[in-house]
C-alpha cells in the first residue's frame, strides 16, 4: 500500500512539475500590457519601484522594454534582476527607444555624455543581445554589447506601399543623409532630395533651412527622420518643400515624443504623420492625422 502511495505522490510530482514548466514565460513586456499576468510592479510610498514575478521565467526570456522617463529604467533594472533570480539564464533585450541617445557628443563645457551612461547601465544587465530601432547615430552601437541594429527599411517601406504618387525622400539634414541613402537603396533607388539646418549650439535654435532642389512640382515628400520632439525641424522644412511646389509632405519618424503641434505641423505644410508607439501611442494629436504602427512588429520578435 505505502508503495502505491509513493508511486502516486512521485506521479503527482512529475505532473506538477510539468505544469509549473508549461506555466513559465518567456516574453515579458515593460511598461506592462493591459493584461499582464506574469508579473506586478508597483512604487512604496517614498518612490521606490517593487517588482514581483507572478509566474517563473522560461531559462531564454526576450525582454521588451519601452523608455518612459529615467524612472522606468529602475523598473527594467529591477525586472532583470528578478527574472534573474528565478531561473532565466538568458535574457534578449528588445529597446525601440535608446535614451540618451541624441545626446552623443558633449557639446558646451560642463555637460555629461548622456548615452555612455545609459549604455553603461544597459551592458552591466550582461544581457545575450540588445536589439535597438533606428536609433539616432552610429554611436550607440559603438557603446551597447552584443548588439543588433534595426533599421526602419521596413517600417518606411510599408507607409511608402500605402501612398500614391511620385514619391521622393528627404534627408532633413547633413545628419540624416547616411541614413536616407540607405533606405532609398532598400527601397529600389527611390529619389533622394537632401536638406540641411543651421542650429545655434548653445540654445538649439534653427537659424536656417536650406533644401538643394529647385523645383518639386508634383512630388510626394516623404521627410523621414528617426525622432520628432517639438517638431521645428520638419515645421521649417515642410514650408520650404512648399515653397518648391511639392504637391504633399509627408512625415515618418520612428520615435514620436508626441510633443508638437498638430496645427503647427499641419499650417506647415505637412499632410500625415507616421510613426511608432516606442514612446508610447500618442494622445495629444489626432488619429486621422497620425498614424502609429507597433514598434514591436518591427523589431524580429
Known amino acids: 500500500m505505502s508503495q502505491r502511495i509513493q508511486v502516486s505522490q512521485q506521479i503527482q510530482t512529475s505532473q506538477d512539475v510539468s505544469k509549473a514548466q508549461c506555466l513559465q514565460a518567456d516574453f515579458y513586456q ?10 506586478r510592479l508597483f512604487q512604496f510610498g517614498a518612490g521606490e ?13 526576450t525582454l521588451f522594454f519601452g523608455y518612459r522617463g529615467d ?4 523598473q527594467l533594472l529591477l525586472l532583470t534582476d528578478a527574472l534573474r533570480r528565478n531561473g532565466a539564464e538568458q535574457i534578449d533585450l528588445l529597446l525601440p527607444y535608446m535614451p540618451g541617445a541624441r545626446q552623443d557628443r558633449v557639446c558646451n563645457v560642463g555637460e555629461a555624455l548622456s548615452v555612455k551612461v545609459y549604455a553603461s ?5 550582461q544581457y545575450a543581445s540588445v536589439s ?12 551597447l554589447d552584443r548588439v ?3 533599421d526602419n527599411h521596413s517600417f518606411v517601406a510599408a507607409i511608402a506601399a500605402q501612398l500614391t504618387g511620385e514619391l521622393v525622400l528627404v534627408s532633413p539634414d547633413a545628419g540624416a ?61 515642410a514650408i520650404k518643400l512648399k515653397q518648391k511646389r511639392a504637391q504633399s509632405v ?25 510613426c511608432t508607439d516606442s514612446l508610447g501611442v500618442p494622445t495629444h494629436i489626432s488619429s486621422e492625422f497620425c498614424d502609429c504602427h507597433a514598434v514591436l512588429s518591427y523589431m524580429n520578435h
Open 30 to 39: 515593460l511598461p506592462a500590457a493591459s493584461d499582464e499576468a506574469n508579473y
Open 71 to 74: 524612472h522606468s529604467i529602475m
Open 250 to 274: 509627408i512625415l515618418i519618424v520612428s520615435h514620436y515624443e508626441d510633443k508638437a503641434s498638430e496645427s503647427a505641423l499641419r499650417e506647415a505644410g505637412i499632410d500625415r504623420l507616421f
Open 177 to 237: 543623409n547616411k541614413k536616407v541613402f540607405g533606405l532609398a537603396k532598400a527601397l529600389q533607388g527611390m529619389p533622394v532630395i537632401r536638406a540641411d539646418k543651421h542650429r545655434d549650439v548653445v540654445n538649439g535654435h534653427i537659424i536656417a533651412t536650406e533644401v538643394f532642389c529647385d523645383d518639386l512640382s508634383g512630388k510626394t515628400c516623404l521627410i523621414v527622420d528617426d525622432i520628432c520632439a517639438g517638431g521645428r525641424t520638419f515645421i521649417e522644412l
Open 132 to 143: 535597438v530601432f533606428d536609433p539616432h547615430s552610429d554611436v550607440t552601437a559603438a557603446l
Open 148 to 150: 543588433q541594429v534595426i
Open 49 to 61: 519601484n517593487h517588482v514581483q514575478l507572478l509566474v517563473p521565467p522560461a531559462k531564454r526570456v
Open 121 to 125: 547601465l544597459i551592458n552591466q544587465q
